[in-house]
């Protein structure tokens, strides 16, 4: 925890960004497994960098995963599983399942909630943890785009009784604003801050500890 703040560093492809975000006080290290994300990570990468990875809880970043992929990454010791989905696009019956299989403890629903969608509150209690990211219409997160802070003070507000991330383009410029006008209790670090998609910048990442301890 940094300032009061949990935090979450993403799309991570070294144990020693890992290390780094563990040493910079990082809550959560996130692991993206989506062929389609610049930062995807090979389960046999994944498993090779296993043991040299610190002692922090793990998130699993999947995009509305079939059952095949829950099956390979479950034994891997993972703690959470963050899983992506685009509003209208699955049935509550799908997102239940993974409720249902993965519990709503260790769930963590990211939806795309585009222009004129709207979160069901029948989905909300299939998990206790909810992030919130920027809407592009091709891409589910990792754009750099910041996400809609006022959306997410609304939503966060309206149901207190979850947890609830920011993500979205937060960087050592703006992480500290995004804070103060959110109220966010825990952000999702990723492109902000990188060299390269999964290639992370430790000054960046020091900057970020700086700013919220700061704010």
Same mark, same amino acid.
């Given at each position: 925890?940094?300032?009061?703040?949990?935090?979450?560093?993403?799309?991570?492809?070294?144990?020693?960004?890992?290390?780094?975000?563990?040493?910079?006080?990082?809550?959560?290290?996130?692991?993206?497994?989506?062929?389609?994300?610049?930062?995807?990570?090979?389960? +046999?990468?994944? #498993?090779?960098? @296993? %043991?040299?990875?610190?002692? *922090?809880?793990?998130?699993?970043?999947?995009? &509305? /995963?079939?059952?095949?992929?829950?099956?390979?990454?479950?034994?891997?010791?993972?703690?959470?599983?963050?899983?992506?989905?685009?509003?209208?696009? +699955?049935?509550? #019956?799908?997102? @239940? %399942?993974?409720?249902?299989? *993965?519990?709503?403890?260790?769930?963590?629903? &990211? /939806?795309?909630?585009?222009?004129?969608?709207?979160?069901?509150?029948?989905?909300?209690?299939?998990?206790?943890?909810?992030?919130?990211?920027?809407?592009?219409?091709?891409?589910?997160?990792?754009?750099?785009?910041?996400?809609?802070?006022?959306?997410?003070?609304?939503? &966060?507000?309206?149901?207190?009784?979850?947890?609830?991330?920011?993500?979205?383009?937060?960087?050592?410029?703006?992480?500290?604003?995004?804070?103060?006008?959110?109220?966010?209790?825990?952000?999702?670090?990723?492109?902000?801050?990188?060299?390269?998609?999964?290639?992370?910048?430790?000054?960046?990442?020091?900057?970020?500890?700086?700013?919220?301890?700061?704010?």
């Amino acid at each position: 925890m940094i300032g009061g703040i949990q935090v979450k560093v993403c799309g991570l492809t070294r144990a020693s960004d890992a290390r780094a975000a563990a040493n910079a006080g990082a809550d959560f290290l996130g692991f993206i497994f989506y062929p389609k994300s610049p930062r995807n990570l090979e389960i +046999e990468a994944f #498993e090779a960098m @296993r %043991s040299d990875l610190p002692d *922090l809880p793990k998130v699993a970043v999947m995009v &509305a /995963p079939e059952d095949s992929l829950l099956d390979a990454l479950e034994p891997l010791g993972f703690d959470f599983f963050q899983i992506h989905y685009a509003v209208g696009s +699955e049935s509550i #019956e799908r997102i @239940r %399942s993974w409720s249902e299989r *993965l519990s709503p403890q260790r769930l963590w629903l &990211a /939806p795309k909630i585009g222009p004129g969608d709207l979160l069901g509150e029948e989905s909300l209690a299939l998990a206790d943890t909810w992030l919130w990211d920027a809407y592009r219409k091709d891409a589910f997160g990792g754009t750099g785009q910041l996400s809609d802070w006022a959306a997410f003070r609304e939503m &966060a507000e309206r149901y207190p009784d979850k947890l609830w991330t920011l993500a979205g383009g937060l960087n050592p410029e703006n992480v500290a604003e995004a804070v103060n006008q959110t109220g966010a209790k825990r952000v999702d670090l990723n492109s902000g801050v990188e060299h390269s998609p999964g290639i992370k910048d430790l000054v960046k990442i020091n900057q970020v500890r700086e700013s919220l301890q700061n704010s």
